[in-house]
C-alpha cells in the first residue's frame, strides 16, 4: 500500500496562467514543466456504494496509456488530505477485477466487478513541477489542472494546483502553499475531483425529483 498526502488549493480561474508562468516555479523546481491531457472514466455501482464508503475507483488514460487507480477512504482538513491509493497500468481501458481483492475494502467484498458502471468524467490538461524545497526538506510535485468534471449534461470547473509529498516532511506542503499565497489568491479545497463528480450526480437526481413532482397530478 502507498499513501497519498496532498494538499489541494482552488485557483481562480483568471489567474492560472499567470501562476504557471511565475518565476516560483523556475527558482524551486529541479526540471522543465510537463504539461499532460488527462482522461478519466469514475466507477461506481448504481446505488452509489463506493462513494458512500469514501472509495473512488477510475481508469486514467494519458499519453495512451491507461492505469486502474483504486483511492480508499482517509482524511481531509483544510486541504491536506491522506488516504491509501494503488495504481496499476492496463493493457486495455476496460476495469481488471482480478487485480483488486487483495485491496478491496472488506465492506464492499459483496460487490462485483459486473456491477461497477462508469458514471463520470474528468477531463483536464495538468502542468506539474518536481520541487524541492529545502526548509523544511522535502520533494513535492506541483500540478496546476484546469478542465472540467462532467456527468450527462452538466458540469463542473476544475481551476486547481494539488501539491503532492513524494519524500519528507509534509509541513513543506503548507509552506510551499504559504509562499504561494502572497502572490496568488489559493484557497484550500477538501472536495475531490470525484466528489464533484457525485456531486453533479446528487445535483441531476434533484432535477429529476422535483420535475417529477410537478407533473404528479395533486390529491
Same mark, same amino acid.
Given at each position: 500500500m502507498s499513501q497519498e498526502t496532498e494538499?489541494?488549493?482552488?485557483?481562480?480561474?483568471?489567474?492560472?496562467?499567470?501562476?504557471?508562468?511565475?518565476?516560483?516555479?523556475?527558482?524551486?523546481?529541479?526540471?522543465?514543466?510537463?504539461?499532460?491531457?488527462?482522461?478519466?472514466?469514475?466507477f461506481d455501482t448504481p446505488d452509489l456504494r463506493l462513494n458512500q464508503a469514501k472509495v473512488a475507483l477510475r481508469?486514467?488514460?494519458?499519453?495512451?496509456?491507461?492505469?486502474?487507480?483504486?483511492?480508499?477512504?482517509?482524511?481531509?482538513?483544510?486541504?491536506?488530505? $491522506?488516504?491509501?491509493?494503488?495504481?496499476?497500468?492496463?493493457?486495455?481501458?476496460?476495469?481488471?477485477?482480478?487485480?483488486?481483492?487483495?485491496v478491496w475494502p472488506a465492506g464492499l467484498s459483496d460487490i462485483?466487478?459486473?456491477?461497477?458502471?462508469?458514471?463520470?468524467?474528468?477531463?483536464?490538461? $495538468?502542468?506539474?513541477?518536481l520541487l524541492v524545497w529545502q526548509s523544511p526538506f522535502a520533494r513535492v510535485e506541483a500540478a496546476l489542472d484546469q478542465g472540467m468534471v462532467k456527468s450527462g449534461n452538466g458540469s463542473s470547473p476544475i481551476c486547481e494546483l494539488e501539491l503532492e509529498l513524494m519524500e519528507g516532511d509534509e509541513s513543506a506542503l503548507m509552506a510551499i502553499a504559504s509562499a504561494l499565497q502572497h502572490c496568488f489568491e489559493l484557497t484550500p479545497s477538501d472536495q475531490s475531483k470525484a466528489e464533484k463528480g457525485f456531486q453533479l450526480i446528487a445535483n441531476r437526481h434533484s432535477k429529476l425529483s422535483r420535475a417529477n413532482d410537478r407533473i404528479l397530478p395533486k390529491q
Amino acid at each position: 500500500m502507498s499513501q497519498e498526502t496532498e494538499l489541494k488549493l482552488s485557483v481562480p480561474a483568471d489567474r492560472i496562467e499567470q501562476l504557471k508562468s511565475h518565476p516560483f516555479w523556475q527558482e524551486h523546481a529541479v526540471q522543465p514543466p510537463q504539461t499532460l491531457h488527462l482522461g478519466n472514466t469514475y466507477f461506481d455501482t448504481p446505488d452509489l456504494r463506493l462513494n458512500q464508503a469514501k472509495v473512488a475507483l477510475r481508469i486514467r488514460e494519458v499519453n495512451g496509456q491507461s492505469i486502474q487507480t483504486l483511492k480508499t477512504r482517509g482524511e481531509s482538513i483544510n486541504g491536506l488530505t $491522506r488516504r491509501g491509493e494503488w495504481e496499476w497500468p492496463l493493457s486495455t481501458n476496460k476495469l481488471n477485477g482480478q487485480i483488486l481483492p487483495s485491496v478491496w475494502p472488506a465492506g464492499l467484498s459483496d460487490i462485483s466487478i459486473e456491477q461497477l458502471k462508469p458514471l463520470f468524467t474528468t477531463d483536464f490538461y $495538468r502542468t506539474r513541477w518536481l520541487l524541492v524545497w529545502q526548509s523544511p526538506f522535502a520533494r513535492v510535485e506541483a500540478a496546476l489542472d484546469q478542465g472540467m468534471v462532467k456527468s450527462g449534461n452538466g458540469s463542473s470547473p476544475i481551476c486547481e494546483l494539488e501539491l503532492e509529498l513524494m519524500e519528507g516532511d509534509e509541513s513543506a506542503l503548507m509552506a510551499i502553499a504559504s509562499a504561494l499565497q502572497h502572490c496568488f489568491e489559493l484557497t484550500p479545497s477538501d472536495q475531490s475531483k470525484a466528489e464533484k463528480g457525485f456531486q453533479l450526480i446528487a445535483n441531476r437526481h434533484s432535477k429529476l425529483s422535483r420535475a417529477n413532482d410537478r407533473i404528479l397530478p395533486k390529491q
